[in-house]
């Protein structure tokens, strides 16, 4: 696609509940980022994957958070036992390449309320 | 402790006047930093990437400075316009490893006409 896509925009679950969200990043795109933003601040990173494998997951908050990109594209977040306090937009990103040192592409985001 | 911060107050500008937004950094040491504009309900698009040995990037209407030494990047908007409201972030990488971004949380910027 032309551009990276989030399903679904918006997710609403019962504490308790399972969710999964996911990034179809762009075509071609080694690096996928998942951030997470809450309302007045800046996205707060998750993990990062290089190709299939999870090169940096220094940022998922606990244990219930996790997220697999078996093929090296599409990217799914899974957040178990949802909690109130996980409500937030979760974004994913992607880029060409895999330094970093480059530009990377933001998805519209998902909305997350654990009601 | 490590922080980004950005103005939390918003920043109001007439039409055709410089917009300019301040990014300071406290214990980090970053190879590069990065400025987003963020629209409501929109994920953050990439506007510029200025590296440490770059005093000043520019695009546009828009200019980046770095300064390592005050820890600072300022991020101008020239002639400014009212499609220009929006919120803007800096990001950098730390030095310390790994590949997370740290974001601040951004400078809310309305222009008015």
């Known amino acids: 696609g032309a551009g990276v896509s989030q399903t679904p925009s918006n997710k609403v679950t019962e504490k308790g509940k399972y969710v999964e969200l996911r990034c179809d990043p762009i075509s071609g795109h080694t690096a996928l980022y998942w951030y997470r933003q809450s309302l007045g601040q800046g996205p707060e990173f998750l993990i990062y994957f290089q190709g299939t494998g999870a090169a940096d997951d220094s940022g998922l908050p606990n244990d219930r958070f996790f997220a697999v990109r078996p093929e090296g594209s599409v990217s799914t977040l899974k957040i178990q036992r949802t909690e109130r306090g996980d409500s937030a937009v979760y974004l994913c990103?992607?880029?060409?390449?895999?330094?970093?040192?480059?530009?990377?592409?933001f998805g519209q985001g998902t909305r997350l309320t654990v009601v | 402790s490590q922080k980004i911060e950005q103005n939390s107050e918003a920043l109001n500008i007439q039409e055709g006047k410089t917009a300019t937004l301040t990014c300071n950094y406290t214990n980090y040491s970053p190879a590069y930093l990065q400025w987003y504009r963020q629209d409501p309900g929109r994920g953050p698009v990439f506007l510029l990437l200025?590296?440490?040995?770059?005093k000043e990037k520019r695009k546009e209407r828009l200019k980046v400075t770095f300064d390592t030494t005050l820890k600072q990047s300022l991020f101008h908007i020239t002639a400014s316009q009212p499609a220009d409201s929006a919120t803007y972030l800096c990001?950098?990488?730390?030095?310390?490893?790994?590949?997370?971004?740290?974001f601040g949380a951004g400078t809310r910027l309305f222009v008015k006409a």
């Open positions: 200025i590296r440490e040995n770059e």
């Open positions: 990001a950098l990488r730390p030095d310390t490893g790994g590949f997370k971004t740290i």
């Open positions: 990103a992607s880029s060409l390449r895999t330094d970093g040192n480059t530009e990377a592409f």
